[in-house]
């Protein structure tokens, strides 16, 4: 098999050699008879012998290996000393199906008649360092190539099972009080993990043998620390360093990027993240034109007096609005920062180091509570040691400590759960604490910072870890920033349909299939509109004779993308003031007009009629929802860019049958 797929590379599949040699050239090369000896538990030592049958041959000489999952890795030596002894190899992985991605082991060897490079030539621990070797059975092979072609010459191959030995690591917690118990400690950016017991010890089955690993411990209230060690071990020492409960509220605050190069920024260590983050709601917490030009009754392009605005209703305050989109300048001055006139980080919304140092939550007035007064903070004073609360217990660096609230939903729950005069606003906290995900254990942590996929290291410019993609939460917000939510969420489905002389009626069925919140959730402006369309399967519209339409909010000034009227449904919260002005900003004093949104598994169920001319035999049904940041008159009065975002849709034909 591995004869045919090198073959196969080189395009000479008609060569007809063997699997351990070819002799058109009088070249042979053979691994080594005693291969067995040379596969340990820490690494593979095939040694390869070569014998010329030429007066002079040179060759380009490629080694590769064959993973269990189908993987191809060639391997390159160090070759500043003689003998082509694979001390020090890198490895480059190779496409099977393509020749020239294949990397030479060594181009241009003279080899004679009769000279023999006898068990010189070595596969060593490379693999256990850079592959971490599973368990399977792997392949080996060498292939002698003309020099400069692809021309094979000689080919060899050879299958092992390796079977990876496994140590134990164990060792002793301390703190500042003795002898550390019930701490987490574990072998960095993997699963293996216990717990200390009662006299602090520790005890870590299931380590690869021989192999430097970093070992991690964390308790509440203190900061992680790492030690490596090469097991098998019995004397890993572990050291906790108690975090500082004090709060500075003083405490100058670390600016996500450059401020003056004097400074620390996160930018430094943390390029990926950070580039997630700064187009992210978080970041644009305070400046986004939404929200300006609703704060501060403009248009985008400043014109005052555009719409409504809060600042034209209250221009003597500056509202609550800080607590949550300018928490920096709330912990200054929670009801007196204007938002239309922030400065220095203030702008920069919710930013790293604000959600990095929340410490803890109080929820016992949720709703009525909320923002930078319902959060706990950790800011040290000057001379105290820093410290970064994040999603890790294994984190790497002496100011990182891990806060298992950062992945719980409640973490959220100060800015997302909010009353204004009593009338709930923001609740797409208590929308999903009263949702079936709450009771699955399901937290908003795992739609919207959902892993990328890509990403593999907080810090690479830090010495940050190399972890499983799968395990880094993205900073995109999967959702209001990130579209990708929007698409998943909803399922739109065409259900019970009867054709009865001279109309279709059927009906359509939006549900809620992986929001763990109503549908749409926040900003009560947000809305979600269901149309539907009728045709004779030529282009040839429908008239519609049903009642259900969209309401005024889908748009109302007769263009193409005002929907109001049209076949369909909108799934809105929908305020009204005390003057009848609907829909109303939640500034004001107002009471809930109507709620349509669908919570979180649960389905709605229109109904809709067309009437069918005598001479249509094909009717052809589709049905698509559509999510808007805003409702489109205030768009339209703001001059804000509205995007009709299609989450999904359905589309039926139906043949009538007539004669």
Same mark, same amino acid.
């Given at each position: 098999?591995?004869?045919?797929?090198?073959?196969?590379?080189?395009?000479?599949?008609?060569?007809?050699?063997?699997?351990?040699?070819?002799?058109?050239?009088?070249?042979?090369?053979?691994?080594?008879?005693?291969?067995?000896?040379?596969?340990?538990?820490?690494?593979?030592?095939?040694?390869?012998?070569?014998?010329?049958?030429?007066?002079?041959?040179?060759?380009?000489?490629?080694?590769?290996? +064959?993973?269990?999952?189908?993987?191809?890795?060639?391997?390159?030596?160090?070759?500043?000393?003689?003998?082509?002894?694979?001390?020090?190899?890198?490895?480059?992985?190779?496409?099977?199906?393509?020749?020239?991605?294949?990397?030479?082991?060594?181009?241009?060897?003279?080899?004679?008649?009769?000279?023999?490079?006898?068990?010189?030539?070595?596969?060593?621990?490379?693999?256990?360092?850079?592959?971490?070797?599973?368990?399977?059975?792997?392949?080996?092979?060498?292939?002698?190539?003309?020099?400069?072609?692809?021309?094979?010459?000689?080919?060899?191959?050879?299958?092992?099972?390796?079977?990876?030995?496994?140590?134990?690591?164990?060792?002793?917690?301390?703190?500042?009080?003795?002898?550390?118990?019930?701490?987490?400690?574990?072998?960095?950016?993997?699963?293996?993990?216990?717990?200390?017991?009662?006299?602090?010890?520790?005890?870590?089955?299931? !380590?690869?043998?021989?192999?430097?690993?970093?070992?991690?411990?964390?308790?509440?209230? /203190? /900061?992680?620390?790492?030690?490596?060690?090469?097991?098998?071990? !019995?004397?890993?020492?572990?050291?906790?360093?108690?975090?500082?409960?004090?709060?500075?509220?003083?405490?100058?605050?670390?600016?996500?990027?450059?401020?003056?190069?004097?400074?620390?920024?996160?930018?430094?260590?943390?390029?990926?993240?950070?580039? @997630?983050?700064?187009?992210?709601?978080?970041?644009?917490?305070?400046? =986004?034109?939404?929200? @300006?030009?609703?704060?501060?009754? #403009?248009?985008?392009?400043?014109?005052?007096?555009?719409?409504?605005?809060?600042?034209?209703?209250?221009? =003597?305050?500056?509202?609550?609005?800080?607590?949550?989109?300018?928490?920096?300048?709330?912990?200054?001055?929670? /009801?007196?920062?204007?938002?239309?006139?922030?400065?220095?980080?203030?702008?920069?919304?919710?930013?790293?180091?604000?959600?990095?140092?929340?410490?803890? !939550?109080?929820?016992?007035?949720?709703?009525?509570?909320?923002?930078?007064?319902?959060?706990?903070?950790?800011?040290?004073?000057?001379?105290?040691?820093?410290?970064?609360?994040?999603?890790?217990?294994?984190?790497?660096?002496?100011?990182?400590?891990?806060?298992?609230?950062?992945?719980?939903?409640?973490?959220?729950?100060?800015?997302?759960?909010?009353?204004?005069?009593?009338?709930?606003?923001?609740?797409?906290?208590?929308?999903?604490?009263?949702?079936?995900?709450?009771?699955?254990?399901?937290?908003?942590?795992?739609?919207?910072?959902?892993?990328?996929?890509?990403?593999?290291?907080?810090?690479?410019?830090?010495?940050?870890?190399?972890?499983?993609?799968?395990?880094?939460?993205?900073?995109?917000?999967?959702?209001?920033?990130?579209?990708?939510?929007?698409?998943?969420?909803?399922?739109?489905?065409?259900?019970?349909?009867?054709?009865?002389?001279?109309?279709?009626?059927?009906? !359509?069925?939006?549900?809620?299939?992986?929001?763990?919140?109503?549908?749409?959730?926040?900003?009560?402006?947000? =809305?979600?509109?269901?149309?539907?369309?009728?045709?004779?399967?030529?282009?040839?519209?429908?008239?519609?004779?049903?009642? @259900?339409?969209?309401?005024?909010?889908?748009?109302?000034?007769?263009?193409?993308?005002?929907? +109001?009227?049209?076949?369909?449904?909108?799934? +809105?919260?929908?305020?009204?003031?005390?003057?009848?002005?609907?829909?109303?900003?939640?500034?004001? @004093?107002?009471?809930?007009?109507?709620? #349509?949104?669908?919570?979180?598994?649960?389905?709605?169920?229109?109904?809709?009629?067309?009437?069918?001319?005598?001479?249509?035999?094909?009717?052809?049904?589709? +049905?698509?929802?559509?999510?808007?940041?805003?409702?489109?008159?205030?768009?339209?009065?703001?001059?804000?860019?509205?995007?009709?975002?299609?989450?999904?849709?359905?589309?039926?034909?139906? #043949?009538?049958?007539?004669?």
């Amino acid at each position: 098999m591995l004869t045919a797929l090198i073959l196969c590379l080189c395009g000479i599949s008609a060569l007809g050699l063997s699997q351990d040699q070819g002799d058109s050239q009088g070249l042979s090369i053979e691994f080594s008879p005693e291969k067995q000896k040379y596969i340990t538990w820490d690494r593979l030592r095939l040694y390869l012998a070569m014998d010329s049958g030429s007066d002079e041959l040179e060759i380009d000489l490629y080694l590769a290996i +064959a993973t269990p999952d189908g993987q191809l890795f060639c391997l390159v030596p160090d070759l500043s000393f003689s003998g082509l002894m694979v001390e020090n190899s890198e490895l480059f992985p190779a496409d099977s199906s393509y020749f020239r991605t294949l990397v030479p082991a060594a181009r241009n060897l003279r080899l004679f008649v009769g000279q023999v490079l006898g068990k010189t030539l070595v596969y060593k621990a490379v693999f256990a360092r850079e592959l971490d070797l599973a368990e399977g059975t792997y392949t080996l092979y060498s292939m002698a190539c003309l020099s400069g072609t692809s021309s094979v010459i000689s080919i060899s191959g050879a299958s092992f099972y390796f079977r990876p030995q496994r140590c134990t690591v164990s060792g002793t917690i301390f703190d500042e009080h003795g002898l550390a118990s019930s701490a987490t400690v574990k072998i960095q950016t993997t699963p293996n993990a216990t717990l200390s017991d009662s006299n602090g010890r520790f005890r870590l089955e299931g !380590v690869p043998c021989g192999k430097t690993v970093r070992v991690s411990a964390w308790k509440y209230g /203190y /900061y992680c620390a790492v030690v490596e060690a090469t097991p098998p071990t !019995v004397s890993v020492i572990l050291h906790l360093n108690a975090i500082t409960e004090d709060d500075d509220e003083a405490y100058e605050w670390l600016a996500p990027d450059p401020v003056n190069l004097e400074q620390d920024f996160c930018i430094k260590c943390h390029p990926g993240i950070h580039e @997630q983050w700064s187009v992210n709601s978080h970041a644009l917490s305070a400046s =986004n034109e939404i929200f @300006q030009t609703l704060y501060s009754g #403009t248009d985008v392009s400043g014109n005052p007096g555009v719409g409504m605005g809060y600042k034209l209703d209250f221009p =003597n305050t500056a509202g609550s609005c800080a607590l949550c989109h300018a928490p920096v300048a709330a912990l200054k001055s929670p /009801y007196d920062s204007d938002m239309s006139k922030l400065t220095g980080l203030a702008q920069r919304g919710v930013f790293c180091e604000f959600c990095h140092k929340s410490k803890d !939550v109080d929820l016992s007035n949720l709703m009525t509570v909320y923002g930078t007064n319902a959060i706990e903070f950790t800011r040290p004073f000057p001379g105290e040691h820093q410290v970064f609360y994040g999603p890790n217990d294994d984190a790497d660096g002496d100011t990182d400590a891990f806060l298992p609230l950062i992945r719980k939903s409640e973490f959220c729950a100060p800015c997302h759960a909010c009353e204004f005069w009593g009338v709930p606003v923001y609740t797409s906290f208590p929308e999903w604490e009263a949702s079936p995900y709450n009771e699955m254990g399901i937290q908003c942590q795992a739609c919207h910072y959902r892993p990328d996929g890509v990403t593999t290291n907080y810090a690479p410019l830090s010495h940050g870890q190399e972890r499983d993609p799968d395990d880094i939460p993205s900073h995109l917000i999967m959702g209001e920033d990130n579209l990708s939510l929007h698409y998943e969420s909803a399922v739109v489905s065409i259900i019970d349909s009867s054709a009865s002389g001279d109309s279709l009626s059927f009906e !359509v069925e939006v549900f809620n299939a992986f929001a763990g919140h109503h549908l749409p959730t926040g900003r009560p402006i947000r =809305n979600i509109i269901l149309l539907v369309d009728a045709d004779d399967c030529d282009g040839g519209a429908l008239e519609f004779i049903g009642e @259900q339409t969209v309401p005024v909010y889908g748009g109302a000034a007769g263009g193409s993308r005002d929907y +109001a009227g049209r076949p369909g449904k909108m799934f +809105a919260k929908i305020l009204v003031d005390q003057r009848g002005h609907h829909p109303a900003p939640s500034w004001r @004093q107002t009471v809930i007009l109507s709620d #349509t949104r669908i919570p979180a598994l649960e389905g709605d169920i229109s109904s809709y009629e067309f009437s069918i001319p005598p001479s249509v035999t094909c009717v052809r049904v589709e +049905a698509r929802l559509i999510y808007r940041r805003i409702f489109k008159d205030i768009a339209d009065e703001k001059g804000l860019e509205l995007k009709d975002i299609l989450m999904t849709g359905d589309e039926k034909t139906f #043949t009538l049958g007539r004669r």
